[in-house]
């Protein structure tokens, strides 16, 4: 049974992959520039919200390390069992998301 299984994962996948490159483009028939974007391609929405974006997902692993050595060191000084793990990663969310939310709060404020 595992053989058969085996045979197919591998019929299914020869199948896909073989004819990828019969649908590629040849870069030599055509010339391809690259363009800019310009600012009014993107809506301020989508522009704020890419910055939210990044800001959030940037400041996640400064975040998590901080919030893991503080509920660390207060699971030690309280000695009780707290689920630090979960505790941690919902700190982390919340410090994330108000840094986030301050750096829009605050290019709201430059804007005028």
Do not use: H, K, Q
Not at 65 to 76: F, G, M, P
Not at 85 to 110: K, P, R
Request: hydrophobic content about 50%; some cysteine.
């Amino acid at each position: 049974m595992r053989r058969i299984l085996s045979l197919c994962s591998l019929v299914i996948l020869l199948a896909v992959l073989v004819p990828l490159p019969a649908f590629a483009e040849d870069a030599e028939e055509e010339e391809t520039t690259y363009e800019p974007y310009l600012e009014s391609e993107f809506s301020p929405f989508a522009v704020d919200l890419r910055r939210a974006e990044t800001i959030f997902f940037g400041s996640l692993p400064i975040t998590f390390a901080v919030s893991s050595l503080v509920v660390s060191a207060a699971d030690a000084l309280i000695s009780s069992d707290l689920p630090a793990t979960e505790l941690s990663l919902g700190i982390t969310i919340g410090l994330s998301l108000t840094i986030a939310v301050v750096d829009y709060i605050l290019g709201l404020n430059e804007g005028e």
